[in-house]
């Protein structure tokens, strides 16, 4: 059945079929035979030690088979030699914070497992704990990312400048699918079926963890239903669900629930951002010092590039960052769409738009003023750069000539209407990875690579490029994806994947094309391939092929970028905020597929506008523990609360980046989103919002 549209748009999903008729199995999917269940019992105290776990009333519940806890966790060789991963479960009587996995109890149904979990009584010896960032600004230490060019807080001679200090809350993942592990021993032997973004590195940690060779460990993920940077590490749930399974001697499911998805999973670190910006009269900057304060665990240390943008962005000669964390009683933090450049870009861009307004500039104005040719930071050129364009086109499309320099000046039926933009930028990488290609005297074409695919199209984008360069339909195409048993592929994170795994896929198929051409004796760009096969009785021809990043990509700095332009209605008695319309304008290099990218692009802005208007993890800290881990109380953006989202590519190949051109779009989306919301806002209402995120109380 053919199952692929093509226009000139691209083609939609190859996969797409498979997912809404469920062929696809998803990690919670997998029901194997003699299948148990296992349920996570977390601590409720944020600092301490446990003291007593009382599992009697739990072992006498039926269906029950097994608790595991620090009690008697069975022989786990790094545990053994003293090398446990932070953060592992089961390891001592320790609890670092609320929420952690203490313990897991088993049964035959997943209800029943459910319900002797409830009945386990543990009891703990408190200790004093801290959990708010605010409380603890004063006692962040240097993360080692203090940056200066030229001179340092040279904003303070300027003759205009602004100071002001921005806070953004905890963002959490809240992906669709929760995150789920099935485990499988076989004597020495492990299979897993979960949601992994790097399958790969999954694989290394389960065979540090059991000190396994690679042969013994066997990692499935082959579609994730959304991760955005938590379906990374190998987390404690999981250790957990790999130690229970190999302590029962079955297969073992593992699904963790929403409220736990707040605790177990990681999240975006809320921060706190000092901007003090200075510009000459005329609108050129003259300093600009950007000092952030995060949080991490007390036993892990997590980092991001917070000030990253800061850096280069702006063609500015005297800038300094500085990066400290508050060491807290949490779960650790992890990388979360866009990480550290989302929350970095919407302090600098909201601080860009205030010193415009001090200027009395256009803050378009204002940022071509300041525009960067080359890259100020690394003194690079840029491996390509159509910033300029976005600016441009953006602006026309969506009308920014009509902005009112000043606040409040557009009022109809009670409602105050304000135009806003931002800048985003996110680094354009590419790691090394390996693709197989065969080609059968069918005219199949099966491509392999341990790569997952967490949404964004992966299998799509690598059929296309792979019909690029053998020249066969799309339809001829099958990629192979989710499995370590396939070629080392890099993880699915940091917007590599077309960039790193399609680039080896690139390269495969064009040294299995000029395989053919050897094998026939020619040097034809279009082989008959089918004929080559069948005129020397061969059934196939493959190649395997590790692609690496080109040595003179150091000799750049490469960036995807972006401008969001919005649009707000503020109702001017109530504060109620709509964002009434958004052109996001995109250098994203080459785009092989627009529906898939478009798609990736209206994602960032949809997580954007929820970012600025909605989202924020609030934590009673007298317990260290969420008080809204559901997605009742954790508002996220619907579909009434987003407008149809108008996405313009500048479409210029980069010379440097890959062999197709392409620079990674996945993380640049959200990137200057919830700025452009909160620039836009001001601009409605004259109201400066500085702590997302901008809720109707903030703006009465």
């Known amino acids: 059945?053919?199952?692929?549209?093509?226009?000139?748009?691209?083609?939609?999903?190859?996969?797409?079929?498979?997912?809404?008729?469920?062929?696809?199995?998803?990690?919670?999917?997998?029901?194997?035979?003699?299948?148990?269940?296992?349920?996570?019992?977390?601590?409720?105290?944020?600092?301490?030690?446990?003291?007593?776990?009382?599992?009697?009333?739990?072992?006498?519940?039926?269906?029950?088979?097994?608790?595991?806890?620090?009690?008697?966790?069975?022989?786990?060789?790094?545990?053994?030699?003293?090398?446990?991963?932070?953060?592992?479960?089961?390891?001592?009587?320790?609890?670092?914070?609320?929420?952690q996995p203490i313990a897991l109890v088993i049964a035959d149904t997943f209800e029943r497992a459910k319900c002797a979990a409830s009945l386990i009584k543990v009891t703990y010896k408190s200790d004093p704990h801290e959990t708010s960032l605010d409380a603890n600004l004063k006692n962040a230490t240097g993360a080692g990312d203090d940056y200066v060019r030229g001179t340092a807080n040279a904003y303070q001679s300027a003759a205009v400048k602004i100071e002001a200090e921005y806070r953004t809350p905890i963002h959490v993942h809240n992906a669709m699918e929760p995150f789920a592990v099935t485990s499988v021993w076989d004597g020495d032997k492990v299979t897993l079926y979960t949601k992994s973004q790097h399958i790969k590195a999954m694989q290394s940690d389960v065979m540090?963890?059991?000190?396994?060779?690679?042969?013994?460990?066997?990692?499935?993920?082959?579609?994730?239903?959304?991760?955005?940077?938590?379906?990374?590490?190998?987390?404690?749930?999981?250790?957990?669900?790999?130690?229970g399974s190999k302590h029962i001697g079955k297969p073992l499911k593992v699904v963790i629930d929403r409220e736990q998805m707040f605790t177990m999973v990681g999240y975006r670190s809320p921060t706190v951002q000092k901007l003090s910006l200075g510009a000459s009269a005329d609108g050129k900057l003259a300093g600009m010092t950007h000092e952030a304060t995060a949080e991490t665990a007390t036993y892990q240390q997590f980092?991001?590039?917070?000030?990253?943008?800061?850096?280069?962005?702006?063609?500015?000669?005297?800038?300094?960052?500085?990066?400290?964390?508050?060491?807290?009683?949490?779960?650790?933090?992890?990388?979360?769409?866009?990480?550290?450049?989302?929350?970095?870009?919407?302090?600098?861009?909201?601080?860009?738009?205030?010193?415009?307004?001090?200027?009395?500039?256009?803050?378009?104005?204002?940022?071509?003023?300041?525009?960067?040719?080359?890259?100020?930071?690394?003194?690079?050129?840029?491996?390509?750069?159509?910033?300029?364009?976005c600016f441009e086109q953006g602006a026309a499309q969506f009308g920014w000539s009509k902005r009112n320099l000043k606040p409040g000046s557009i009022e109809k039926d009670g409602w105050l209407t304000g135009y806003g933009l931002a800048t985003g930028a996110y680094g354009a990488g590419r790691a090394p990875s390996t693709a197989k290609a065969r080609l059968s005297a069918d005219g199949a074409l099966l491509i392999q690579t341990a790569t997952s695919d967490m949404g964004p199209g992966t299998a799509t984008m690598m059929t296309m490029i792979a019909s690029e360069i053998i020249n066969i339909p799309v339809e001829n195409i099958k990629v192979e994806l989710g499995?370590?048993?396939?070629?080392?592929?890099?993880?699915?994170?940091?917007?590599?994947?077309?960039?790193?795994?399609?680039?080896?896929?690139?390269?495969?198929?064009?040294?299995?094309?000029?395989?053919?051409?050897?094998?026939?004796?020619?040097?034809?760009?279009?082989?008959?391939?089918?004929?080559?096969?069948?005129?020397?009785?061969?059934?196939?021809?493959?190649?395997?092929?590790?692609?690496?990043?080109?040595?003179?990509?150091?000799?750049?700095?490469?960036?995807?970028?972006?401008?969001?332009?919005?649009?707000?209605?503020?109702?001017?008695?109530?504060?109620?905020?709509?964002?009434?319309?958004?052109?996001?304008?995109?250098?994203?290099?080459?785009?092989?597929?627009?529906?898939?990218?478009?798609?990736?692009?209206?994602?960032?802005?949809?997580?954007?506008?929820?970012m600025a208007l909605m989202e924020e993890g609030v934590i009673d800290h007298r317990y260290g523990k969420y008080i809204n881990s559901n997605l009742g109380d954790y508002h996220v953006a619907s579909n009434a609360d987003v407008p149809q989202v108008e996405v313009i590519f500048i479409d210029k190949k980069d010379p440097v980046t890959n062999p197709m051109g392409t620079k990674g779009i996945g993380e640049v989306g959200i990137v200057g989103v919830a700025a452009a919301v909160a620039n836009a806002v001001f601009n409605a209402t004259g109201v400066r919002v500085r702590d997302l995120p901008i809720t109707p109380d903030k703006l009465v």
């Not at 996969?15 to 269940?37: C, N, Q, S």
């Not at 000190?211 to 987390?235: H, R």
């Not at 898939?596 to 949809?606: D, E, K, L, P």
């Open 1 to 99: 059945m053919k199952t692929i549209a093509a226009d000139k748009n691209g083609i939609t999903r190859v996969d797409g079929r498979l997912k809404v008729t469920g062929a696809i199995k998803y990690a919670a999917e997998y029901h194997l035979p003699g299948l148990v269940y296992g349920v996570v019992v977390p601590s409720t105290i944020a600092k301490g030690t446990i003291t007593a776990i009382d599992s009697k009333s739990a072992e006498r519940a039926p269906g029950f088979i097994s608790v595991i806890s620090h009690l008697n966790v069975p022989d786990v060789p790094a545990y053994k030699s003293g090398k446990a991963p932070a953060g592992s479960p089961f390891v001592n009587d320790q609890v670092l914070y609320n929420g």
């Open 208 to 243: 540090r963890l059991f000190n396994l060779p690679e042969e013994n460990v066997q990692v499935y993920s082959k579609v994730i239903g959304g991760a955005f940077g938590s379906g990374s590490p190998l987390w404690p749930y999981a250790k957990a669900a790999l130690i």
């Open 483 to 610: 499995s370590s048993a396939l070629p080392y592929a890099s993880g699915e994170y940091g917007s590599m994947t077309t960039s790193s795994v399609g680039s080896s896929v690139y390269d495969v198929c064009t040294d299995l094309k000029a395989k053919f051409n050897e094998v026939a004796g020619s040097s034809s760009d279009t082989p008959d391939y089918v004929k080559i096969l069948k005129d020397h009785q061969l059934p196939y021809l493959e190649i395997t092929k590790q692609s690496h990043p080109n040595a003179d990509s150091r000799k750049y700095s490469s960036h995807a970028y972006n401008v969001n332009f919005v649009e707000v209605h503020v109702h001017k008695a109530t504060g109620m905020v709509r964002v009434a319309r958004v052109v996001s304008a995109v250098d994203g290099g080459k785009i092989l597929n627009p529906i898939t990218a478009r798609s990736q692009i209206i994602g960032g802005v949809v997580w954007g506008i929820s």
């Open 303 to 389: 980092t991001e590039g917070i000030t990253a943008l800061t850096h280069f962005v702006y063609d500015c000669p005297n800038v300094n960052t500085s990066y400290k964390l508050a060491k807290l009683d949490l779960s650790v933090p992890t990388y979360t769409r866009g990480p550290g450049e989302t929350v970095g870009a919407y302090a600098l861009e909201s601080a860009m738009d205030e010193l415009a307004f001090a200027l009395n500039m256009d803050p378009l104005e204002f940022r071509l003023k300041n525009y960067s040719e080359t890259d100020p930071e690394r003194n690079l050129p840029y491996s390509s750069k159509y910033l300029r364009e």
